[in-house]
Nanobody
Framework: QVQLVESGGGLVQAGGSLRLSCAASGRTFRNSVMGWFRQAPGKEREFVAG????????EYGDSVKGRFTISRDNAKNTVYLQMNSLHPEDTAVYYC??????????????????WGQGTQVTVSS
């Protein structure tokens, strides 16, 4: 059974930092793409960041470029999202996704085979 388990969410003041983790079990994602998405109340889920497990190339959504960093740890089968200079607008449920292949990766949500349960990030002003 494949599982993606996020952790690291919480409450932080504006300007602060958090690091989210996504631990994968049940399979490796060495030949595909992992991504982070987020959904704020009343809004559609949006792409945050993605990483190609092989090679480590990354992409970011425009609203987080320069502030967020995605990385992966092969040995731990884990993907991270380091979030710095957080804004209240970053408040959302953050989801990890895995197994994206084909066109549109990492931004195309329908390209992913697996999703985590989400972790809440709240940024106070």
């Amino acid at each position: 059974q494949v599982q993606l388990v996020e952790s690291g969410g919480g409450l932080v003041q504006a300007g602060g930092s958090l690091r989210l983790s996504c631990a994968a079990s049940g399979r490796t994602f060495r030949n595909s793409v992992m991504g982070w998405f987020r959904q704020a109340p009343g809004k559609e889920r949006e792409f945050v960041a993605g990483i190609r497990w092989s090679g480590g190339s990354t992409e970011y959504g425009d609203s987080v470029k320069g502030r967020f960093t995605i990385s992966r740890d092969n040995a731990k089968n884990t993907v991270y999202l380091q979030m710095n200079s957080l804004h209240p607008e970053d408040t959302a449920v953050y989801y990890c996704a895995g197994g994206c292949s084909g066109y549109g990766c990492p931004q195309r949500q329908r390209g992913y085979d697996y999703w985590g349960q989400g972790t809440q990030v709240t940024v106070s002003s």
